[in-house]
C-alpha cells in the first residue's frame, strides 16, 4: 500500500526556519512527481512546491517563491521542504501528495499532514 | 493563477438524494478538473480527474463532467459516509489551484 508520513512540523517564530520530511513507501518512490500542499486554518488547499521524479525541476508558487526550497532523495525514499523567512500566513497542515502518472497535475495521494504554526 | 469558485460553501441532502456540487473556473481549463473528497480529520481523497474519470476504487455513483469554465461533481444516492467537503482543483496550468469546498451535510 502506498504511505506517506510527514514529520517536522512545528510552532516556529516569525521569520524563522523549519525543515519537513515526507517518507514514502509501498511505490517505486523515483518514478513519480511529488508535491508539497498545504491546508491554512480556513481549510483552503494551496500548492506551496512540486518536484519531478528525478528532483531536476522544481515549481513554486509566487507566495513561497525565493522561501521555500522543495527537494528529494530518491535513495532514501524521502522528500523534503526546507522553508525559511517564515509568516503567519504560512500556518497550515502540510501535506506531502504523491502525482497520480508521469506527467499528471493531479494527486491519488495524500500523506496525513504535518502542522507548521508561526506564531509572533 | 486560474481561480476556482464552488458558489455553495455548504449543500443539504438525505440519504439516498442525488446531489450536484458545481465549481467555476475563472478561465477556460478544457477538462482538466479533478474532485476531492475531504472526511473530518482525514485528509483529501482524490475521486475523479480530467473532469469524468473516476479514479481507481471510486464508486460508479459518484461523477464529474463538464468542460470548458464550468463543472459538476454528482452523487446519484447519497450515502451516510459521502458527508464531508469537497473540493475541486483545476490541473491545466500551473499552479494547480483548487475551489474553496463544499460542505455536504444532511438536512
Known amino acids: 500500500d502506498v504511505k506517506l508520513v510527514e514529520s517536522g512540523g512545528g510552532l516556529v517564530k516569525l521569520g524563522g526556519s523549519l525543515k519537513l520530511s515526507c517518507a514514502a513507501s509501498g511505490f517505486t518512490f523515483s518514478d513519480y512527481y511529488m508535491s508539497w500542499v498545504r491546508q491554512t486554518p480556513e481549510k483552503r488547499l494551496e500548492l506551496v512546491a512540486a518536484?519531478?521524479?528525478?528532483?531536476?525541476?522544481?515549481y513554486y508558487p509566487d507566495t513561497v517563491k525565493g522561501r521555500f526550497a522543495i527537494s528529494r532523495d530518491n535513495a532514501k525514499n524521502t522528500l523534503y521542504l526546507q522553508m525559511s523567512s517564515l509568516k503567519s500566513e504560512d500556518t497550515a497542515l502540510y501535506y506531502c501528495?504523491?502525482?497520480?502518472?508521469?506527467?499528471?497535475?493531479?494527486?491519488?495521494?495524500w500523506g496525513q499532514g504535518t502542522l507548521v504554526t508561526v506564531s509572533a | 493563477d486560474i481561480g476556482m469558485t464552488q458558489s455553495h460553501k455548504f449543500m443539504s441532502t438525505s440519504v439516498g438524494d442525488r446531489v450536484s456540487i458545481t465549481c467555476k473556473a475563472s478561465q477556460a481549463v478544457s477538462t482538466a478538473v479533478a474532485w476531492y473528497q475531504q472526511k473530518p480529520g482525514q485528509s483529501p481523497k482524490l475521486l475523479i480527474y480530467s473532469a469524468s474519470y473516476r479514479y481507481t476504487g471510486v464508486p460508479d455513483r459518484f461523477t464529474g463532467s463538464g468542460s470548458g469554465t464550468d463543472f459538476t461533481f454528482t452523487i446519484s444516492s447519497v450515502q451516510a459516509e459521502d458527508l464531508a467537503v469537497y473540493y475541486c482543483q483545476q490541473h491545466y496550468s500551473p499552479p494547480p489551484t483548487f475551489g474553496a469546498g463544499t460542505k455536504l451535510e444532511l438536512k
Open positions: 501528495a504523491r502525482h497520480d502518472y508521469y506527467g499528471s497535475a493531479w494527486f491519488a495521494y
Open positions: 518536484i519531478n521524479s528525478n528532483g531536476g525541476t522544481t
